[in-house]
């Protein structure tokens, strides 16, 4: 039996509303050599209910229950144990994918030097370009400044992954910042596609809705990391 290409990994926390959409976006995608694993991090709203429809309708789901409320970090390590692809993709449960961007980062990692990908992104309330200086700058000089991409539009080897030990479980926030300084100071090579293929939903972003707590967690990375 041909092994599958790519896993889709997404965790979910009390996003019934939004849910739907994005979860289509994926199923609606371009490329198929994927599974799609959902995470339920212990939702209390109708985010159940919503993943059991979806997962009667589409096989390449499955679904997993966290016992009680982990947050993102953990919950995605989970998911990565749990995955069956040599590929990662990350989307996050409020976001939308445009149908293209699994076929173009897979194509991309399939290159044996290429070993993560971001795409562009549009604000889902302008639908404007969200500026990101690390097209235009150096990343070490980007990572001083502010987190180099969007978490959501990630695509990488697992393998890669592995090597730089995951998400570092001790931040709440801010696992992405890490993980993206971990995959530079080792010389990992991140594509940059310049095409948008990724809708970030602005209304409940966590940026903005916690944004004093991901500074505080992204000054404790910095500190705790400078020889990374």
Do not use: W
Not at 7 to 21: A, C, D, G, P, R
């Amino acid at each position: 039996m041909k092994k599958i290409e790519s896993s889709l990994i997404m965790s979910t926390y009390n996003h019934e509303k939004s849910l739907s959409q994005s979860i289509n976006s994926i199923l609606s995608q371009t490329y198929e050599d994927f599974e799609f694993l959902i995470l339920n991090d212990c939702s209390t709203d109708g985010t159940e209910a919503v993943l059991d429809k979806f997962k009667k309708k589409d096989s390449r789901i499955k679904v997993f229950n966290n016992n009680k409320n982990l947050g993102l970090t953990k919950s995605l390590n989970i998911l990565i144990k749990e995955s069956e692809g040599k590929l990662i993709f990350r989307q996050d449960s409020d976001d939308i994918s445009l149908p293209n961007r699994l076929l173009k980062q897979a194509s991309l990692l399939r290159h044996p030097k290429n070993h993560a990908s971001v795409t562009r992104a549009v604000n889902s309330l302008t639908l404007k370009k969200i500026p990101n200086m690390s097209y235009n700058f150096p990343y070490k000089l980007v990572m001083k400044l502010k987190n180099p991409f969007i978490h959501g539009t990630l695509g990488i080897k697992k393998e890669v992954l592995h090597d730089v030990g995951l998400y570092d479980e001790r931040f709440y926030y801010a696992q992405d910042y890490h993980l993206y300084k971990k995959l530079i100071m080792s010389k990992y090579k991140i594509i940059k596609l310049r095409e948008i293929h990724y809708i970030l939903n602005m209304e409940n972003n966590i940026s903005n809705l916690f944004k004093d707590e991901q500074d505080a967690y992204a000054s404790i990375v910095k500190s705790r990391n400078k020889n990374i």
